[in-house]
């Protein structure tokens, strides 16, 4: 069964970093590029960034460029997400999403909670 | 960025009900369109990809139609496990981008 398995949420303070990890499995991983999308409390959803199969290429919404980092190792089939410099605006449940072959988002995590709070 | 317009925000709908919902794109996406169904703390599942093509294992009263800037979603008879919000998404171009959503909610 594929399945992606988000953590590291919780609560930071204006400023603050946080690192997110999305634990995958039941698929070649290397193999799929992999994305990060969000949702604020009661808002929609919001693409963050992706990532290429072999972790080459990279793209980012233009409100986490210079602030987000999203890598991964294909060796421990893991997604990460690095975030710096949080606002209170960057609170949101942050999802981890497979890539499919087509380039919708076929497999969803059920995603970690991000509080920028003081 | 290219913007995605859904249309209505919210849609009361009864069991059994055809439902359509709009969704366009501020500039030509092809039919690189995908829409998802979320549930009130659940993650988002893709019904429909490619704007028209069924993902595996979604019933068929889902379908969708469209190309270039306008899309709908149909759900040709309601059922009560479809009351959720609904989301276009287009993936012609980054940043990848999706539509306010929709509300389908019991009448």
């Known amino acids: 069964e594929v399945q992606l398995l988000e953590s590291g949420g919780g609560l930071v303070q204006p400023g603050g970093s946080l690192r997110l990890s999305c634990a995958a499995s039941?698929?070649?991983?290397?193999?799929?590029?992999m994305e990060w999308v969000r949702q604020a409390p009661g808002k929609g959803l919001e693409w963050v960034s992706s990532i290429s199969g072999n972790g080459a290429i990279t793209y980012y919404a233009d409100f986490v460029k210079g602030r987000f980092t999203i890598s991964r190792d294909n060796s421990k089939n893991t997604l990460s997400l690095q975030m710096n410099s949080l606002r209170a605006e960057d609170t949101a449940v942050y999802f981890c999403?497979?890539?499919?072959?087509?380039?919708?988002?076929?497999?969803w995590g059920r995603g970690t909670l991000v509080t920028v709070s003081s | 960025d290219i913007q995605m317009t859904q249309s209505p925000s919210t849609l009361s709908a009864s069991v059994g009900d055809r439902v359509t919902i709009t969704c366009r794109a501020s500039?030509?996406?092809?039919?690189?369109l995908a829409w998802y169904q979320q549930k009130p703390g659940k993650a988002p599942k893709v019904l429909i990809y490619?704007?028209?093509s069924l993902e595996s294992g979604v019933p068929s009263r889902f379908s969708g139609s469209g190309s270039g800037t306008e899309f709908t979603l149909t759900i040709s008879s309601l059922q009560p496990d479809d009351f959720a919000t609904y989301y276009c998404?287009?993936?012609?171009?980054?940043?990848?981008?999706f539509g306010q959503g929709t509300k389908v909610e019991s009448k």
């Open positions: 039941g698929f070649t991983f290397s193999s799929y590029a």
């Open positions: 998404q287009q993936y012609n171009s980054y940043s990848w981008t």
């Open positions: 999403a497979k890539t499919a072959i087509s380039w919708y988002f076929d497999v």
């Open positions: 500039q030509s996406i092809t039919s690189w």
């Open positions: 490619k704007a028209s």
